[in-house]
């Protein structure tokens, strides 16, 4: 426990922590790097609203229609000033993290680049940072530079001072890797895109669950996150982007609400945030994700942030402890609460199963990080990640376990 944050409390707020995996085997659960458990404060208000205030919203003018209509829009304020939003506007709800960088890549990018314009991304990219941006340059020509990432699980910052000097038109970085935990230095980059003349796109999926987050004070062009990761329901992410920008920016998807005239030929768009929602949007699980908000507030991202970096701190002392591991990425100061290691000689299929066994939920495999994986000649590794509702005795578990995968494979 840390400066009064007990997460051995805060569990109780979480129903799945109960369970057992199989008789007298409870669950440990350090998965939620891929997503989070949800506290009974979220799975109340979803259950809350489809028993009492289900409608769609932004149409109808009955008692119901407008309660959900205020619920979706009143969880669009609170998650804005979560991120420091300038204006409610600015924050767009999509389905996840994955379709707010579709969305920046197929309007902004299809708007604002042309054949043999320059974009930076780097090593240690999701799947999801890379894919549509790899998309978008097969399809109108752009050129793709990579920071890569050192053998610490540093982003080469000298070599992003480099393609800078090509005149790239944007930046698309993690603020958190998903493998290494490293937490990237956002603001110095984005001042550093911007003298450029680049825009900074960062995928937010990893941080903003973890740690506040100020967009403003980041300076960064857009943010894209996903409720699932942070408490909250899945089928629900943010994309928020400067008000000017998103302002200029063609619609992604067309349908109901993004319009605001349809004629037989053509249509007026609708204003922001509206214009990027089109079709009746996750209506309860973005009021779900205004309660994981409120759930994260309550705690505080200043104390989250602690405990985690506690624990991993803790995980990571422990885990070298252990003979033949090694853990990836920097030094437990510099990265979340996420750790990517592999055994020698145990297969990260095995390590997962055999850990399961014993309650211990990690995730094995890429991580949809293929290239970060190919970088360190890896083909899979083993991940314990960690979250607000994690202890030293569940990394104490998971540090019998690993001893138990050992006696197992010799
Ligand atoms: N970016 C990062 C850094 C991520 O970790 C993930 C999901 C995404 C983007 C995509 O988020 P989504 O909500 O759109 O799917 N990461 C993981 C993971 O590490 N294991 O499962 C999902």
């Known amino acids: 426990m840390k400066g009064g ?23 440990v659960y350090l998965d939620t790097t891929a997503t989070s458990q949800k506290p009974k404060q979220v799975l109340d208000c979803l259950n809350d609203y489809y028993s009492n205030n289900n409608a769609n919203v932004h149409r109808g ?3 119901l229609a407008e309660e959900a209509t ?96 090509k005149n790239p038109k944007a930046v698309c970085v993690t603020h958190m890797s998903n493998v290494l935990g490293t937490l990237n230095p956002i603001k110095n980059m984005a001042i550093n895109a911007h003298d450029h003349g680049a825009l900074i796109i960062v995928d937010g999926a990893q941080s903003a669950p973890h740690m506040p987050v100020d967009v403003q004070d980041l300076d960064v ?51 922001l945030p509206y214009k990027f929602e089109a079709g009746t949007p996750a209506i309860g699980e973005a009021i779900g994700m205004g309660a994981a908000v409120n759930y994260l507030n309550g705690l505080g991202m200043q104390s989250i942030w602690e405990h985690e970096q506690d624990i991993v701190s803790y995980a990571m002392d422990r885990l070298n402890e252990v003979p033949g591991l090694t853990v990836y990425g ?45 970088r360190y000649k890896l083909v899979a590794t083993a991940r314990a990640s960690f979250y607000l509702y994690n202890t030293y005795s569940d990394v104490d578990k998971l540090i019998e376990g690993l001893h138990k995968v050992k006696q197992v494979f010799g």
């Open 5 to 27: 944050f007990d997460a051995n409390v805060i569990r109780q707020d979480f129903p799945a922590l109960k369970r057992m995996v199989k008789e007298d085997v409870p669950l």
């Open 61 to 63: 003018i009955h008692t």
């Open 70 to 165: 205020a619920g979706y829009e009143n969880a669009r304020i609170t998650i804005g000033k979560f991120i420091n939003a300038s204006n409610e506007k600015e924050i767009i709800y999509t389905r996840n993290t994955t379709e707010a960088i579709n969305l920046v890549a197929n309007s902004w990018g299809r708007t604002n680049l042309n054949s043999g314009d320059r974009i930076i991304l780097t090593e240690m990219e999701h799947h999801s940072n890379l894919v549509p941006w790899q998309m978008l340059a097969a399809s109108i020509g752009l050129e793709i530079d990579i920071i890569p990432v050192d053998d610490n699980g540093l982003l080469d910052l000298h070599v992003y001072e480099q393609l800078l000097d």
């Open 221 to 271: 062009d857009f943010f894209a996150f996903s409720a699932h990761k942070m408490c909250g329901p899945t089928g629900v992410g943010i994309l928020w982007g400067r008000y000017e920008l998103l302002d200029a920016m063609p619609p992604f998807l067309g349908g109901g609400d993004m319009i605001k005239r349809v004629h037989l030929r053509d249509f007026d768009t609708n204003d």
């Open 330 to 374: 920097p030094e437990a100061e510099m990265r979340g609460g996420v750790t990517a290691f592999s055994l020698d000689g145990v297969h990260p299929h095995d390590i997962s199963q055999i850990l399961d066994g014993d309650g211990v939920a990690v995730r094995a495999g890429h991580h949809c990080a293929m290239p970060l994986h190919e």
